[in-house]
């Protein structure tokens, strides 16, 4: 529309949730719930964190929405019904120094993986497309916590976190679904 300015997320929080349940769909709505964004209409988007934008709490966050609202965010999302297995979904987040900059979110998923290797993974990926577009030099190949220390000393990104989620499949055949998201809010 002519005249009208484009909607940028200002704020954004992180979410996770599980959900157990024989049907698969319902397994998954059990971890929306879980997640506490069940009641909203989510709209799957890109991996950008906004420039100026602040990363809230997650309770913060849901005082600001109302049932039913198109709510837009970078989701990440996996199932089984296999019993044991382990499953793992991560919202890795990248954010530069500079507030003028737009930084990365990055979405993961992943079976045999527990929490920590997942969130770094997620973490470690968010990281390099942020530090590929800042100049930030790093080798692929280099270990994760060598990584983090060479991007913090270059003083251009600010933070890396994430979130994970990780389940085992149910002994009885039942499906897991866990979810995690970056909500995004104007």
């Known amino acids: 529309m002519p005249g009208s300015s484009?909607?940028?997320?200002?704020?954004?929080?992180?979410?996770?949730?599980?959900?157990?349940?024989?049907?698969?769909?319902?397994?998954?709505?059990m971890a929306?719930?879980?997640?506490?964004i069940a009641r909203y209409n989510l709209v799957n988007v890109s991996s950008i964190f906004p420039p100026?934008?602040?990363?809230?709490?997650?309770?913060?966050?849901?005082?600001?929405?109302?049932?039913g609202q198109i709510t837009f965010a970078v989701m990440s999302r996996l199932d089984t019904?296999?019993?044991?297995r382990l499953i793992a979904s991560s919202i890795g987040v990248a954010i530069p120094k500079d507030p003028n900059q737009f930084g990365y979110l990055s979405e993961h998923h992943e079976y045999g993986q527990n929490e920590r290797t997942a969130g770094d993974y997620a973490e470690d990926l968010a990281a390099s497309m942020l530090a590929t577009i800042l100049d930030v030099p790093f080798d692929p190949d280099t270990a994760w916590d060598e990584q983090?220390?060479?991007?913090?000393?270059?003083?251009?990104?600010?933070?890396?976190?994430n979130i994970t989620?990780?389940?085992?499949?149910?002994?009885?055949?039942?499906?897991?679904?866990?979810?995690?998201?970056?909500?995004?809010?104007?």
């Open 81 to 84: 019904n296999e019993p044991s």
């Open 148 to 161: 983090r220390a060479q991007w913090q000393l270059s003083g251009k990104i600010v933070r890396t976190s």
């Open 165 to 186: 989620q990780t389940a085992e499949g149910p002994e009885d055949g039942k499906w897991v679904s866990v979810v995690t998201a970056a909500v995004l809010l104007p």
């Open 32 to 36: 929306l719930r879980d997640a506490n």
């Open 6 to 29: 484009p909607f940028v997320p200002t704020q954004i929080f992180l979410t996770r949730g599980v959900g157990v349940h024989r049907e698969r769909l319902s397994a998954f709505e």
């Open 52 to 67: 100026h934008c602040e990363l809230i709490e997650r309770a913060d966050g849901l005082e600001q929405l109302t049932p």
